[in-house]
């Protein structure tokens, strides 16, 4: 797949493109509901015998156009996101670098400079997309923007659940720690990549030596709480009890969650690897403990509950 970066104002000319089937959206998470988009578009591609290609717009336009206190988190941050639509088998992925400047464009603008000027025969995108300076074109108002120079197909509402599949449910599961609903709505598992570091090596002195795993993304964390899950590490996966919060039975009070996996029958030194946690199944809440005892007896049972889930 190639990957091209465009920055405003695009030049086309430069580009050397071909005709194309193109699916529109910011597509985070790149759920079942995105992968619904851009399997459409590579449908009519190959009947159409054009390339396909993705176009997505990096950061969220929340980022620029709204003052928040802390940096915006993700589902699938951009290399996670790239990756993802590039396993659909997709020719070619446009990143609009979205800046104030962009989001001013006219929506005429952005179908003549960034469909019509970059050869984009068939637009794919989800029935609320929207383009343009305040999102005022919507796939009802391209036809009229694109002049009988494209085509458009919009691809309804999944649903999952009895609900929209979408990426602020997905944001909103992960928040309350419903990861299985999580799995439902993205099709796979929910992920993060991190590197293992040291922590307060606490875990192995009551013997459940745990991985420290510290995020290479913004990504959104579950709710703090208990799960199963599984590490891969060099390719291979292995099975374990992941907690992800600020361990007050030893914490008053810390800023940032941590996340620390217990692997099942695992005995090797990681520290400093590339690993990518699966979120599968949510336990308990975390909870603070009057005594190492009890946190050890808990720690038994979380063990035996999340090899029960994964093998279920």
């Known amino acids: 797949m190639d990957t091209i970066y465009l920055n405003h104002p695009v030049d086309s000319c430069s580009l050397n493109c071909t005709p194309t089937v193109m699916a529109l959206g910011y597509f985070d998470g790149v759920h079942l509901g995105h992968q619904a ?180 993304h913004r990504y959104i964390l579950p709710n703090t709480g208990v799960y199963a899950v599984t590490l891969t590490v060099s390719g291979v996966h292995y099975s374990g009890v992941c907690n992800v919060g600020f361990k007050p039975t030893f914490h008053d009070q810390t800023t940032e969650p941590t996340i620390e996996v217990h692997l099942f029958s695992f005995n090797q030194d990681i520290y400093g690897e590339e690993v990518t946690i699966c979120w599968h199944h949510r336990i308990r809440d975390e909870q603070k403990f009057l005594n190492i005892e009890d946190l050890i007896k808990q720690i038994h049972l979380d063990k035996e509950a999340a090899q029960s889930l994964l093998l279920s």
Do not use: W
Request: glycine content about 6%; hydrophobic content about 40%.
């Open 37 to 216: 988009v851009i399997k459409t578009a590579i449908k009519i591609a190959q009947k159409l015998k054009v390339t396909t290609s993705v176009m997505t717009f990096h950061p969220h336009p929340k980022e620029v156009l709204r003052k928040q206190e802390n940096a915006m988190s993700y589902i699938t941050p951009l290399p996670d996101k790239i990756k993802k639509i590039e396993e659909l088998g997709v020719d070619k992925l446009y990143i609009v670098n979205f800046t104030r400047e962009f989001a001013s464009l006219t929506p005429q603008q952005f179908v003549d400079d960034y469909l019509i000027g970059l050869e984009v025969c068939h637009v794919v995108a989800g029935f609320d997309f929207t383009y343009g300076a305040l999102g005022k074109g919507t796939m009802e108002t391209m036809p009229f923007h694109a002049r009988n120079r494209l085509n458009q197909t919009v691809v309804e509402k999944l649903e999952a659940n009895n609900e929209k599949v979408s990426s602020t449910k997905i944001r909103q599961l992960l928040t309350t720690g419903e990861v299985d609903d999580v799995t439902k709505f993205l099709g796979a598992p929910y992920s993060i990549k991190g590197v293992v570091v040291d922590g307060e090596k606490r875990g192995r002195t009551i013997g459940f030596p745990t991985a420290n795993v510290k995020p290479i």
